[in-house]
């Protein structure tokens, strides 16, 4: 049988059978009503699973392992072991006893998904009264599952990874659990990683933008007005922005003399973009020169 996450849960479970002789009791039941769809014969593709099922019964020297050859879609080989009337146990009160129940439930008809294809735990019981005790047993447990109906039959499943992992570690799988924590930091990393890149690549785009507009807005200052008619710190910063079109606002301001901080910087910058836009033609052809300069001083920054 193919090595799957499912298939090694289960056969870790299967080689770790429960010690307490009512614990067994509740494992044999919760496998024989969980894994016998039909005819009252318990079936499986795990070996070991059969193999547990098979050492719980009381009668093996009546129950043999037999085995099936896989159909052309189900290709994995099938154990079935005859496992007499249907059983109908009382829904087991002790919490242990619970636990064994989930646990030969999943032996039985559960499967765990792997992790890089979404968190999903699911069982897929024999009946609908199965399904609908199954259900009630997971919540005695304090477990939230939701059901739902595929092809007739209804599904006991979850999606939450937290859940998952309570459920796993309350039947002893705690290897598998290990592995989902593993998989989900591998991931939560990833995504961090994955985050702050965008973060940075959209800063990057956005001060390039912004960069590209400074110097824009400049050179229609230049031209229109004269970088010689502004005050010496618009000055500055105005050739500083041209010589250096990719460098931030605190790389311009660490450029200046004496250094500025960012604030400084970009406040400059915002007061020659006021004065470049008042600079656009009029509607007459005409410049209009900033109102500051008609006094007979360049602005500042005040």
């Known amino acids: 049988m193919s090595s799957t996450l499912s298939g090694d849960a289960k056969d870790a479970l299967a080689r770790t059978p429960p010690a307490e002789e009512h614990c067994r009791r509740a494992l044999r039941d919760a496998l024989l009503l969980y894994g016998t769809p039909t005819g009252g014969r318990f079936r499986t593709q795990r070996s070991s699973v059969a193999r547990l099922t098979w050492s719980l019964l009381e009668r093996r020297k009546d129950s043999p392992i037999h085995t099936r050859a896989g159909t052309r879609l189900a290709r994995a080989t099938l154990y079935e072991i005859d496992a007499g009337e249907p059983l109908d146990p009382p829904r087991p009160q002790a919490r242990c006893d619970r636990r064994m129940e989930i646990r030969g439930a999943f032996l039985a008809c559960g499967s765990l998904a792997a992790p890089a294809r979404g968190y999903h735990l699911e069982f897929v019981p024999p009946s609908e009264a199965a399904a609908k005790r199954l259900a009630a047993v997971l919540r005695a447990d ?15 499943y979850f999606k939450d990874v937290d859940e998952i992992a309570n459920v796993l570690s309350a039947i002893g799988a705690f290897a598998t659990v290990l592995h989902l924590e593993d998989v989900r930091a591998l991931k939560e990393t990833k995504n961090r990683i994955r985050r702050l890149v965008n973060t940075e690549a959209a800063n990057v785009d956005r001060a390039a933008s912004a960069a590209a507009l400074q110097r824009e807005w400049i050179a229609l200052l230049a031209d229109a007005y004269g970088l010689r008619n502004l005050s010496l710190p618009l000055r500055e910063i105005a050739e500083l922005r041209l010589a250096h079109p990719t460098e931030t606002l605190a790389e ?4 200046c003399n004496p250094p500025a901080k960012k604030s400084t910087v970009n406040g400059r910058l915002a007061a020659l973009l006021r004065i470049a836009r008042s600079l656009r033609p009029a509607g ?19």
């Not at 311009?252 to 450029?255: A, E, H, I, K, T």
């Open 142 to 156: 304090g477990r939230h599952p939701k059901v739902a109906p595929r092809k007739g039959r209804s599904v006991v």
């Open 284 to 302: 007459d052809g005409t410049t209009i020169a900033p109102r500051s300069e008609k006094k007979g001083y360049a602005p500042g920054l005040g």
């Open 252 to 255: 311009l301001g660490r450029r």
